[in-house]
């Protein structure tokens, strides 16, 4: 009984903090018609939704691990903070108005914060409970261009590589969504979609940085006998 109250009592938080956001990835120039998007906010709770937008620089650390700082400058945001009531949307206007002429692309979480409710004003019992969506945007001059280069692999554990890459290009990468083909004599091995996002840990390389990412492959693969390959998107390269 103690556990069907605990769970109806999370299922209602829920839908009082529910709500969706859209695109969660985008790509902006840094000039132009197209240095600008719509993110759509849905309301899908059942009580009034109150957010706030704001524009954070994304960088990562040396072991791959996200920085976050708030940034007021590179984004006119409009509104910065409404109130959508239930089952509607809000269009929310995401300009980029920072330095046009980029020498490499940036990258910034432009997130999405409910404004904490009061359970307390609305007859509901329980702890009040709020949702945040962190969306990652990239802003890419024109002509950027990514340049992976596979410095090192060596093999941690049994089916577990690490590979170093650096990026000599201007523009960022995202690993997972890349095509990566292992070949082992005849035998080619191709991670690419879901099955490439769940064997890869650290999967968005800057412009112009080094990182080291984790593979899960086959243990069949030797790693002084195999060659890696990083087969870029078109749209990417």
Known sequence: MRL???TLFLCTCFNVAAFQVKPMVAELESLGSQSQRTMRILNTSKQPLTVEISANN???DAAGNEL????EDDFLILPMTTVIPVGKSQSVLIRYIGEPMLAESKSYRIIVDQV???LAQMNTSGVGMTLSFQTLFNVVPEGARPNIEIMNKTMVSKGVWEIELENKGN???RLAQEKWLIQQDSEVYTLEGRELSDALI???LMPN???KVTLKVPEKFDISRSQLE????ATTN
Do not use: C, P, Q, W
Request: proline fraction near 0%; charged fraction near 25%; hydrophobic fraction near 50%.
């Open 209 to 211: 940085s080094k990182l």
């Open 171 to 173: 523009r960022y990468v």
């Open 202 to 204: 650290g999967k968005l």
């Open 4 to 6: 069907l109250l605990v």
């Open 230 to 233: 990083i087969k870029l998107d």
């Open 116 to 118: 904490a409710v009061d």
């Open 58 to 60: 994304l960088t990562l």
């Open 68 to 71: 976050l700082t708030e940034n």
